[in-house]
């Protein structure tokens, strides 16, 4: 079992980058808002020093929550190594439970069915119920059809039958949702947002990834390709131990304009982009918050764009106030972690109002880049060879000028690069399935800017 420690929360800060000159008749306020957790350790959502008691730390509840959904429908015998490899996952994201974290296993095919422990109910994690849970798995069969549906709705009432401030699942695929229809599924997302957040991965190459990438985008996790199920156990381990390093859950991004600014964005453009303009909720008059989900020890950037009213020549306005908050049980005011303040300032200087922050560059070129990529994608599948090459050899222009090794290094897998600096590819004649879809899962993942 992996060792965490129990250590403080941590501390917020937010530091605003951006270039608050605008010309005359200027309109459009970009900025950079970086986030950054830090000093938290592992204490997986006790309160903040001061926050009232109540589902953020009930008295001798868990800390964390976690319930683990494994594909069994009959797909998954094909290869055998696939159901095998789950098993093995499930047992190694078991084993890296922290002592005292409420966790439960869920089978999933065309309904949901409790695996461990049964009865409607969570474990509480230790040596005994760890190793009951191992036991268990290895009844798991595979048989029937693919509802994910079905199993976020048990996994929702399994997590919110707990008193945890960390609510988490993780969720294992190898097929399209074939037995309910994208409706049902976008239902039951809605209805799960903001309750847990969930990690979906795709085993294999017979999935649909705008499902599994839409699942963790509703739910605020992670989405990734696992096209070899002997990677499963490594990936599991990796997932588990970030669920255990969160400290705090249901922190929101509040954005306050003043009277005649309009938001035209929020996104988070690192570690991915993640479009969050239309989650606004409303609080108070000309604000709204955003949901980030839980943070531990860690550094997300936020991308935010304000039409503000032209003010003329000479002078200046807060364009935006933008705070971290936590919500106090009650019907108390929500508690301020960290904010940051938005300007904008008119100049007649067209050298001041024309300059580029070099933040704001980076993230726009790093949305466009994700933008390109499934765009050319999509034109590949339809048969656009034309498209296809020009929307991915913008791609890997984007890719190299902005240091994205990564994203530059899967875009080779279905390009042949003449030239980076420019753009100039050829399609690749033959692209194995398993490198288009690890190229389209993982194009929303960002680099940070070089400061």
């Given at each position: 079992?992996a060792?965490f420690?129990?250590?403080t929360?941590?501390?917020?800060?937010?530091?605003?980058y951006?270039n608050?000159?605008?010309?005359?008749g200027?309109?459009?306020?970009?900025?950079i808002?970086?986030?950054?957790?830090t000093?938290?350790?592992t204490?997986?959502?006790?309160?903040?020093?001061g926050?009232?008691e109540?589902?953020?730390?009930?008295?001798?509840a868990?800390?964390?929550?976690?319930?683990v959904?494994?594909?069994?429908?009959?797909?998954?015998?094909?290869?055998?190594?696939?159901?095998?490899g789950?098993?093995?996952?499930?047992?190694?994201a078991?084993?890296?439970l922290?002592?005292?974290v409420?966790?439960?296993v869920?089978a999933?095919?065309?309904?949901a069915?409790?695996?461990?422990?049964g009865g409607?109910?969570l474990?509480q994690?230790?040596?005994?119920t760890?190793?009951?849970?191992?036991?268990?798995?290895?009844?798991?069969?595979?048989?029937?059809?693919?509802?994910i549906?079905?199993?976020?709705r048990?996994?929702?009432?399994l997590?919110?039958?707990?008193d945890?401030?960390?609510?988490?699942g993780?969720?294992l695929?190898?097929?399209?949702?074939?037995h309910?229809?994208?409706e049902?599924?976008?239902?039951v997302l809605?209805?799960c947002?903001?309750?847990?957040?969930?990690?979906?991965r795709?085993v294999?190459t017979?999935?649909?990834?705008?499902?599994?990438?839409g699942?963790?985008?509703?739910?605020?996790?992670?989405?990734?390709?696992?096209?070899?199920?002997a990677?499963l156990a490594a990936d599991?381990?990796?997932m588990?131990?970030?669920?255990m390093?969160?400290?705090?859950?249901?922190?929101?991004?509040?954005?306050w304009?003043?009277q005649?600014?309009?938001?035209?964005f929020?996104?988070?453009?690192?570690p991915?982009?993640?479009?969050?303009?239309?989650?606004?909720?409303?609080?108070g008059?000309?604000?709204?918050?955003?949901?980030?989900?839980?943070?531990g020890?860690?550094s997300?950037?936020?991308?935010?764009?304000?039409r503000?009213?032209?003010?003329?020549?000479?002078?200046?306005?807060?364009a935006?106030r933008v705070?971290?908050?936590l919500?106090?049980?009650?019907?108390?005011?929500?508690?301020?972690?960290?904010?940051?303040?938005?300007?904008?300032?008119?100049?007649?200087?067209?050298?001041?109002s024309?300059?580029?922050?070099?933040?704001?560059?980076?993230y726009?070129?790093?949305a466009?880049?994700?933008?390109a990529?499934?765009?050319?994608?999509d034109?590949?599948?339809?048969?656009?060879?034309?498209?296809a090459?020009?929307?991915?050899?913008?791609?890997?222009?984007?890719?190299?000028?902005s240091?994205n090794?990564?994203t530059?290094k899967?875009?080779a897998k279905?390009?042949d690069?003449?030239?980076?600096?420019?753009?100039?590819?050829?399609?690749?004649?033959?692209v194995?399935?398993?490198d288009?879809?690890?190229?389209?899962?993982?194009?929303t993942?960002?680099?940070?800017?070089?400061?």
């Amino acid at each position: 079992m992996a060792n965490f420690s129990k250590s403080t929360v941590p501390r917020f800060s937010a530091e605003v980058y951006q270039n608050e000159y605008l010309p005359e008749g200027g309109r459009e306020v970009n900025a950079i808002v970086t986030v950054t957790a830090t000093g938290g350790g592992t204490s997986g959502g006790r309160p903040l020093a001061g926050a009232a008691e109540g589902p953020y730390a009930a008295p001798g509840a868990p800390d964390a929550a976690v319930v683990v959904m494994v594909d069994c429908s009959g797909s998954m015998e094909y290869p055998p190594a696939k159901m095998r490899g789950a098993r093995e996952a499930t047992a190694a994201a078991i084993d890296t439970l922290r002592d005292g974290v409420a966790f439960a296993v869920v089978a999933g095919t065309h309904q949901a069915a409790e695996v461990y422990p049964g009865g409607g109910r969570l474990a509480q994690a230790s040596p005994a119920t760890r190793g009951q849970a191992k036991e268990a798995l290895r009844r798991l069969r595979s048989g029937g059809g693919t509802a994910i549906g079905t199993w976020l709705r048990l996994a929702d009432r399994l997590l919110t039958s707990s008193d945890a401030a960390i609510r988490h699942g993780i969720l294992l695929t190898d097929g399209r949702n074939e037995h309910e229809s994208p409706e049902d599924l976008r239902a039951v997302l809605d209805a799960c947002a903001g309750r847990f957040t969930c990690d979906a991965r795709g085993v294999g190459t017979d999935w649909k990834v705008a499902e599994v990438t839409g699942i963790a985008s509703a739910l605020l996790g992670s989405a990734d390709i696992v096209a070899d199920p002997a990677g499963l156990a490594a990936d599991f381990t990796r997932m588990m131990e970030t669920a255990m390093g969160k400290e705090v859950a249901d922190v929101g991004l509040r954005v306050w304009t003043p009277q005649g600014a309009e938001i035209q964005f929020v996104k988070q453009v690192a570690p991915t982009v993640e479009d969050l303009t239309g989650r606004r909720t409303d609080a108070g008059p000309r604000a709204g918050v955003y949901p980030t989900g839980s943070w531990g020890d860690e550094s997300r950037d936020y991308h935010l764009c304000v039409r503000v009213p032209d003010a003329g020549v000479g002078r200046e306005m807060l364009a935006a106030r933008v705070a971290l908050v936590l919500p106090v049980p009650g019907g108390e005011a929500p508690r301020t972690l960290a904010q940051g303040l938005v300007r904008a300032v008119w100049t007649s200087d067209m050298a001041a109002s024309t300059q580029i922050n070099p933040q704001v560059a980076h993230y726009t070129g790093q949305a466009e880049l994700a933008r390109a990529i499934q765009q050319g994608l999509d034109a590949r599948k339809s048969g656009d060879a034309d498209g296809a090459t020009a929307r991915l050899g913008r791609a890997v222009q984007l890719a190299s000028a902005s240091g994205n090794a990564d994203t530059a290094k899967l875009l080779a897998k279905v390009v042949d690069v003449v030239d980076a600096a420019t753009g100039t590819v050829r399609l690749k004649a033959k692209v194995a399935e398993a490198d288009e879809m690890t190229l389209e899962t993982r194009s929303t993942k960002t680099v940070r800017v070089k400061k």
